[in-house]
């Protein structure tokens, strides 16, 4: 069953062209990867939504992830609470809904 993979992220303040610009360049070539997509949420707030074969296909590219968070880790706030830079939750699809 595929899984998903959601991450929040805080940019600093007129860092957002260079945060996308990270993610336009990244190249997700992880095993398992169907897909993602960015999404603005907020003046400096985003998401990555990335779905999956499987969950073990992302718990196996965490490491991969993480290296690609390195490349614009200083483009980010820190979220607070102890969360650090990033929020992610990740899970397998238990309902999937069409038109």
Do not use: Y
């Amino acid at each position: 069953m595929n899984a998903f993979n959601i991450v929040r992220f805080r940019v600093k303040p007129g860092r957002q062209e260079a945060f996308i610009e990270a993610h336009r360049r990244a190249d997700p070539n992880f095993k398992g990867f169907l897909r993602g997509t960015l999404v603005k949420t907020g003046d400096q707030s985003f998401c990555m939504v990335g779905e999956w074969d499987s969950f073990d296909s992302i718990v196996a590219a965490r490491p991969q992830m993480i290296g690609l968070l390195d490349g614009f880790r200083d483009e980010l706030e820190d979220l607070g609470n102890g969360l650090g830079v990033t929020d992610p939750v990740s899970g397998t699809v238990v309902l999937d809904l069409k038109p």
